[in-house]
């Protein structure tokens, strides 16, 4: 077990956590081992739980393969949740696509989970798609030609009409996949018209922030969130699966809603580390300081109880715009107001680039509010957990 680190002690909050414990996954559509020594653009889990009244850090992990995260996470999932606990476990990249890919797709209700069910076998559910190597054991993936396959189906199979899905090697282009962006809205096959962001992305660029256009696979050289969410959704889909209906997917299997209370469960959702770029600790990879600030700011947030705000339904979003964030697009925990800035849509796609990296190689971002540190967790009213 790696070794742990306690969190300097705060004062102590008069409120009940929500979570025991905290695990924030930094992802990579990297196609090919990362390597033995530790980088950035790589793949990076944080892991924090209260001890007591303090919260404790284990050493940040580094994986050279997406498989071999996924195999570290279905253990330390498996593990709190057998000592009873309850867990939040937070993926950066996106758990949905703009509202009226399912349609054009021809899927059926709710979108959300045809989508995740078809990213994780395309060859299942698509004629003439190949299956996703999403965490293959070489860390070697095609997600270029499930991005290909997607928008083939999504235009209904008319050639020479890219989209929504842009950006690949040069090698890579097909008639439906190509390295320039498409128009937006992409029209799309059964009278769908694709936006280029969500709700949530909409609400993040509001706030000044600068998130990725989900449809983007590949941009300067660099994977980007597109590509991450391709690699990335299947792999949660295979978490869930795994923990056999002990996690749900927030929001889009949970509602906007905290977990019960008293249940053994985890909880995973969608983060985005550009939130907190501000709280970076130094003399660590990137990577590894944004998972370790993301554990700190989510156990901050539920010891001070802005964490149960944050898991319901943003104020002022509703109508179809609610449906469509529940039924198919989902949201970026920590997007909209609360403890953190919230999101938006309009201006560019291709601004900024979502998860981890070398600052340089990405545009400044206007940096949002610094949170407080996490305040030491109340001790709760007695009751039975395990170990």
Known sequence: MAREREAAAP???????????????????????????????AVWVAEARWGGRALRFEAERYFPTRRACVEHLAARLEAHLSRGRTVLAGFDFPFGFPAGLARALGLRAPGWRAIWRLLRSPASHLPGAPENRYAAADNRNNRFAVAAAVNRAAQGGERGRAGPFFGCPRREETAWLGQARPTFP?????????????????????????????????????PTVGGQALVGIPAVAE????????????????????????????????IWPGLVNDRLEPGLVRDAAQVRAMARWAAGADADGTLRRLLAAPPGLGGADLAACLSEEGWT????????????????ATRGRRGSGRAASRPRRRRPARPPPPPARPRPPARSRGG
Do not use: K, N, Q
């Open 239 to 270: 978490l869930a699966e795994r923990l056999d209906g002990r996690a749900r997917i927030w929001p889009l299997e949970t509602g906007f809603a905290p977990p019960p209370s008293g249940a053994a469960r985890a909880v995973l959702a969608e």
């Open 333 to 348: 925990l920590g997007a909209g107001p609360g403890p953190r800035p919230g999101t938006g849509r309009g201006g560019s």
């Open 11 to 41: 004062p102590p909050r008069p409120r009940r956590s929500l979570f025991d414990a905290y695990l924030m996954v930094d992802w990579s559509a990297a196609s090919g081992p990362t390597g033995r020594v530790p980088r950035h653009d």
């Open 186 to 222: 992409v029209a799309a096959a059964r009278g769908a018209r694709l936006s280029c962001w969500r709700s949530t992305d909409e609400a993040l660029r509001r706030a000044g922030l600068s998130p990725l256009s989900p449809w983007w696979v590949l941009g300067g050289g660099a």
